[in-house]
């Protein structure tokens, strides 16, 4: 759970450029939620939204954009959404 006040703490100019480092990152935690630990799931989400919450312009705009699988794209924004059923 540290990992998530280390990121919500990034400087919006990290965010505000889509870098293969942020695009990994995110590509990383959508490979989570898939996990079959809820525990590792849940965090993976929770790290989403908080993400989404403190970057709300660029996070969806920019990064979940950026991602190369559609299906991470998919995934991502039915998080967003909090759309059980798409995820």
């Known amino acids: 759970m540290l990992v998530i006040p280390a990121l919500i703490s990034l400087k919006p100019s990290i965010v ?11 590509t990383r935690v959508v490979k989570r939620l898939r996990d079959p630990q809820e ?10 939204l908080e993400l989404q919450k403190c970057y709300p312009t660029q996070f969806e705009s920019q990064l979940v954009n950026s991602l190369k699988s559609e299906d991470d794209k998919i995934i991502s924004r039915a998080v967003l959404r909090n759309d059980e059923d798409e995820i």
């Open 16 to 26: 505000d450029k889509v870098s293969p480092e942020v695009t990994e990152l995110i």
């Open 39 to 48: 525990i590792v799931a849940k965090t993976a989400r929770k790290l989403l």
